[in-house]
């Protein structure tokens, strides 16, 4: 069913657009490269952003996944625990100190905002205490997140010329992706969605609790550090192609978790499928509401997603993990 409706929104996303185009030409467009008008428009301007919502989606799904399950807490993801906030501050200092431009500039220092965001954030909800509450965690993650972006946007304002590239990249926005930029942000996704599905198995133990996890043969310590890596390798590698998309983390593991239940194993490849429907759905709806012009993806994955962070709030026996 989730490789069904994926087909369906990226058979959308190619054909909807600011330029139309019937279904005869985006089929033309599609398969005779030849410099035709339909050509340019779906292999120069569709098939690019395609590729990277389908890209991004995935990664930010199973990261989403992946964080819930590790902290066992139903309202975490990379962007409320900080993680995209960390990626997006590191690259800020990399293209003002550094004069870094474009996404192979950009990825390393994402890596390392987001894995010294995520560790810093474990550090300050489990401060004095040995673990971390899920609550503590999420409030951690949301103010660490606040200081960030309020670095972020500081710095972007007192030298507007020096970080113009990095505000509009900072918009979270698949329009102006090519595919070499996903190309080169590629093999980092993978590796993070090859890590997340190879410990999910593992985090079905750790959900009971880290003591009955062990008695089950899982290696607690081994599960967490890959996991997080797995996060850290998605959350950055999204956030350095798109900037930031909200909610993505957050809603589409509990979507998934109605229709295939509890077992990590299943939450992963679907979200996997699912988040790309998210951010395609999210992409194509801007394009449709706006037109000529268009609504960046993640103001409609944060406009949707909210409303769903309420019902999750709501049904709390849904939400539970």
């Known amino acids: 069913m989730s490789l069904f ?13 600011a330029n139309e185009l019937s279904a005869g030409q985006v089929w033309t467009g599609f398969w005779q490269r030849d410099g035709s008008q339909e050509s340019v428009i779906v292999w120069d301007l569709r098939v690019p952003r395609t590729v990277a919502g389908v890209a991004v989606g995935a990664a930010l799904g199973v990261a989403g996944a992946s964080i819930q399950a590790l902290t066992r807490n139903p309202l975490a993801d990379s962007g409320i625990l900080g993680v995209n ?7 800020t200092l990399g293209a003002g100190f550094f004069g870094l431009s474009g996404i192979t500039g950009y990825v390393w220092f994402a890596f390392v905002g987001a894995a010294a965001a995520t560790v810093l954030v474990y550090l300050i909800g489990a401060a004095g205490r040995g673990t971390a509450p899920p609550v503590t965690l999420v409030l951690a993650g949301v103010a660490l997140g606040a200081v960030l ?6 710095l972007t304002l007192i030298d507007p010329e020096t970080f113009r590239s990095v505000r509009a990249w900072g918009l979270g926005s698949i329009a102006r992706t090519s595919l ?8 980092f996704l993978v590796v993070g969605l090859l890590i997340a599905l190879v410990v999910s198995g593992s985090l079905n133990s750790m959900a009971l609790g880290d003591d009955l996890a062990v ?5 607690v310590l081994r599960t967490r550090v890959l ?26 593991p509990h979507v998934v978790r109605w229709f295939v239940g509890p077992d990590q194993r299943w939450i992963t490849v679907h979200c996997a499928l699912a988040g790309p429907v998210l951010v395609l759905a999210a992409d194509t709806l801007g394009r449709v509401i706006a037109r000529p012009g268009e609504i960046e993806v993640a103001v409609l994955t944060a406009v ?6 309420i019902a999750l709030v709501r049904r709390r026996k849904v939400s539970g993990l």
């Not at 906030?85 to 690259?91: I, M, P, Y």
């Not at 972006?149 to 500081?154: A, I, K, L, V, W």
């Not at 070499?180 to 093999?187: F, I, N, S, W």
């Not at 949707?304 to 962070?309: H, Q, S």
């Open 215 to 219: 008695s089950l043969g899982a290696k």
């Open 180 to 187: 070499d930029d996903t190309v080169a942000v590629a093999p």
């Open 149 to 154: 972006n309020g670095f972020s946007t500081f």
């Open 5 to 17: 409706v994926l087909v369906v929104t990226v058979s959308a996303s190619l054909a909807v657009g």
């Open 227 to 252: 996991g997080v890596l797995a996060v850290t390798l998605l959350a950055g590698g999204a956030t350095a192609l798109t900037g930031g998309i909200a909610f993505v983390g957050l809603m589409v």
């Open 304 to 309: 949707i997603g909210a409303p769903v962070l």
């Open 85 to 91: 906030a960390g990626a997006g501050f590191a690259v």
